[in-house]
């Protein structure tokens, strides 16, 4: 059974960084795409980015300038990196993993950690 | 981007009752859309993916249809535990987007 299991601190500065990890166990960590996606309280869910095993990266426009994705194949582990972080970041972050079937042709997320509440708060 | 509009927004409905949930993409996605399921304090959880998919595990009283720009999710007769909120997010493109979401409440 693939899990997923998100840490970090839980509040941030504001103007600070926000750094979080996501831990894979269960399966490889290759032949995937690792996705951030965020919620901030009462709301929606938002996109942040995702890398490939490989350490291809793309990320959403509205927070590529100051989003970093990293990841650890040996550790099997992914990071996110967010700067300069206001009130607005605060949100409940999650990990996941985004397969594609051949049989569908079509990407999803299949598995997602529990989440995170990071706080932005001085 | 692609926006993702879901309606409606919230609905109340009964146990057994069938509810539709209704997404609409801002340009043609094809099948590039998947369906997830949230209750409170809790990550999203795939229900269908390419459209009409049931993912392994999930009930056959959900159902998924549509393509290209209108998509719908059906929930045929209700249980207590599909009071949640559901999001459709489509994956044409990135970046990736999700609806705003359809909260399902007791009536």
């Known amino acids: 059974q693939v899990q997923l299991q998100e840490s970090g601190p839980g509040l941030v500065k504001p103007s600070e960084t926000l750094s979080l990890t996501c831990s894979v166990s269960?399966?490889?960590?290759?032949?995937?795409?690792w996705s951030w996606i965020r919620q901030p309280p009462g709301k929606g869910l938002e996109w942040i980015g995702h890398?490939?095993?490989?350490?291809?990266?793309t990320y959403n426009p509205s927070l590529k300038s100051r989003v970093t994705i990293s990841v650890d194949t040996s550790k099997k582990k992914f990071s996110l990196k967010l700067r300069s972080v206001t009130a607005a970041d605060t949100a409940v972050y999650f990990c996941?993993?985004?397969?594609?079937?051949?049989?569908?042709?079509?990407?999803?997320?299949?598995?997602w950690g529990q989440g995170t509440l990071v706080t932005v708060s001085s | 981007d692609i926006q993702m509009t879901q309606s409606p927004s919230s609905l109340s409905a009964s146990v057994g009752e069938r509810v539709t949930i209704t997404c609409r993409a801002s340009q043609s996605i094809g099948n590039y859309l998947n369906w997830y399921q949230q209750k409170p304090g809790k990550a999203p959880n795939l229900l269908i993916f390419a459209a009409s998919s049931l993912q392994s595990g999930v009930p056959s009283r959900f159902i998924g249809s549509g393509s290209g720009t209108d998509f719908t999710l059906t929930v045929t007769s209700l249980l207590p535990e599909d009071f949640a909120t559901y999001y459709c997010?489509?994956?044409?493109?990135?970046?990736?987007?999700f609806g705003g979401g359809t909260k399902v409440e007791i009536k």
């Open positions: 997010q489509q994956s044409y493109s990135t970046p990736r987007t």
């Open positions: 890398i490939y095993y490989s350490g291809s990266t």
């Open positions: 996941a993993r985004e397969v594609w079937t051949a049989g569908s042709g079509v990407y999803y997320f299949d598995y």
């Open positions: 269960g399966d490889s960590i290759s032949s995937y795409y």
